[in-house]
């Protein structure tokens, strides 16, 4: 399974963006989602999750400003960017539990896109 991430790009402080993660492969049952972020200087750090059936969570300081939403018919997951600050300004990255068919079993694994940059201007 493969993720793809897309929509990143420059915006000015207030703006907005939404990021789109797509999943490819065969055989495979996504699980849950999530988006993470590595800031400028920092480690990559938890933005939010979302479940297979769409419950969500995030953390606080994005709460109220990013909704993380999925197309299960996609197999698409989203960050829906609102109220940008310089602070999210870093590198997002997709990430995904998910169930695999290999050789007649169902393996559980997980794997990370290959990041988009967001820059948030002041």
């Known amino acids: 399974v493969q993720l793809v991430e897309s929509g990143g790009g420059l915006v000015q402080a207030g703006g907005s963006l939404r990021l789109s993660c797509s999943a490819s492969g065969s055989d495979f049952s996504l699980n849950t989602m999530g988006w993470y972020r590595q800031r400028p200087g920092e480690q990559r750090g938890l933005v939010g999750t979302?479940?297979?059936?769409?419950?969500?969570n995030y953390v606080n300081s994005v709460k109220g400003r990013f909704t993380i939403s999925r197309d299960n018919t996609k197999d698409t997951v989203y960050l829906q960017m609102t109220s940008l600050k310089p602070e999210d300004t870093g590198v997002y990255y997709c990430n995904a539990g998910y169930g695999q068919i290999d050789s007649d079993v169902v393996r559980y694994r997980e794997v990370w896109g290959q990041g988009t940059l967001v820059t948030v201007s002041s």
């Open positions: 979302i479940t297979s059936d769409g419950i969500t």
